[in-house]
């Protein structure tokens, strides 16, 4: 274990990203640090040309990219650059944490984690590992063995993981997402909707999410007899489509199509329901801001995890559950009947506040301050 000067400044690395669900944790974990240590050194290692190259410097950390993506199962054309890619990120990673010198890297799974973490493995670097998911990333299992702590979101990762080294902390999650208490009028008016009428919210992903996209387009026309609301997050691929789709029924008045929502506090604080992928930030954040929501799971999700996430809430009258494909028939029909059941909604959201980690972020500071001896 390292020993810190004390009268020197904590410097911490944080790697990772690819998704929203690696970044904002690791955000989280950034801003928790530098609130507990306000002369931190802080710097990320992103993947170049991924969404943290850009999502990290405005959240207001520097980020290093590294060339590096992932290998492709199939036969891919891209399979054949990726040991140069890999040989490059080994080598910049080297280069970033001896210039740095970090007293400590914070791997939160995507592609630039595992370059970072395996050089700073074998620089004597005490690593610690935050694992979002239920069912663990190749990187996070590879590196583990060596990870001096393992922060993780859920019970039973023993599987993967040396269960000496496990510490369960629940999500880090951003205090500005989460913060939405007496933001339900402020949230619709900046959507430009009726505080007044019920709010659907939609958030497929940090990268939209095609299922559900393709489940609100087949039964958008339902709205037009309806006072509900609707705040779309498609993503980039879908925007047009869904925008087209909105102007043409004529209902730009209560169906608003985002690309991404940068402020999710107030989407959360408008919303009455919110329909959602089951990734485990998306449970970590619903849980904590206390929403009725309709899981729609990622199938293609590895062992197929995020089923199981969804039916561990279903099973406790926390959620709701719709298959992904069964989207186009079934997901609007349900959410307007649970909209029509109040009693159900508050049922709902007193169930999944139980999930609730609150002080996860800090807990993973915990880790990191034991890890390093920091007082």
């Not at 400044?9 to 990203?17: A, K, M, N, Q």
């Not at 663990?136 to 063995?145: E, R």
Request: hydrophobic content about 40%; aromatic content about 6%.
């Amino acid at each position: 274990m390292k020993e810190m000067q004390k009268s020197k400044s904590p410097r911490l690395i944080v790697s990772g990203g690819g998704t929203g669900g690696h970044i904002f944790p690791a955000i989280a974990i950034a801003d928790a640090f530098k609130r507990r240590h306000p002369d931190a050194e802080i710097l990320f290692v992103g993947a170049k040309g991924r969404m943290e190259m850009e999502r990290v410097p405005k959240a207001g950390y520097p980020i290093e990219g590294l060339w590096i993506s992932g290998f492709k199962r199939e036969l891919s054309l891209d399979n054949l650059s990726f040991p140069f890619k890999l040989i490059s990120s080994l080598v910049k990673a080297r280069r970033i944490l001896k210039k740095f010198k970090p007293d400590v890297v914070v791997g939160v799974g995507g592609f630039a984690s595992g370059p970072t973490m395996r050089k700073a493995t074998a620089l004597g670097i005490p690593v610690v590992i935050q694992e979002q998911n239920s069912f663990p990333g190749v990187t996070n299992k590879i590196v583990a063995p060596k990870a001096a702590k393992i922060c993780v979101a859920y019970e039973g990762l023993e599987k993967w993981f040396p269960k000496d080294k496990i510490v369960l902390t629940g999500n880090p999650l951003r205090n500005n997402v989460v913060s939405v208490e007496g933001k339900h009028d402020e949230g619709a008016k900046f959507f430009g909707l009726d505080p007044q009428k019920p709010i659907i919210l939609l958030v497929g992903g940090s990268q939209g999410a095609l299922g559900i996209n393709r489940g609100i387009s087949a039964k958008l026309a339902m709205f037009k007899d309806v006072d509900y609301q609707l705040i779309w997050q498609t993503g980039k691929q879908y925007l047009a489509q869904a925008q087209k789709e909105v102007g043409e029924l004529g209902l730009d008045d209560r169906v608003k199509p985002t690309v991404f929502i940068d402020r999710m506090d107030l989407a959360y604080g408008a919303a009455d329901v919110v329909i959602s992928r089951a990734g485990a930030m998306s449970i970590s954040e619903l849980s904590l801001v206390k929403k009725a929501v309709i899981f729609v799971p990622l199938p293609t999700a590895a062992e197929d995890h995020q089923t199981k996430n969804a039916q561990s809430l279903v099973d406790k009258d926390a959620a709701m559950m719709v298959k992904n494909d069964e989207t186009p028939e079934k997901l609007i029909p349900a959410v307007f009947e649970l909209l029509n059941d109040k009693d159900k909604i508050h049922k709902m959201e007193e169930n999944i506040a139980k999930f609730a980690r609150p002080n996860a972020a800090e807990d993973v500071v915990n880790e990191i301050d034991k890890v390093c001896c920091i007082s």
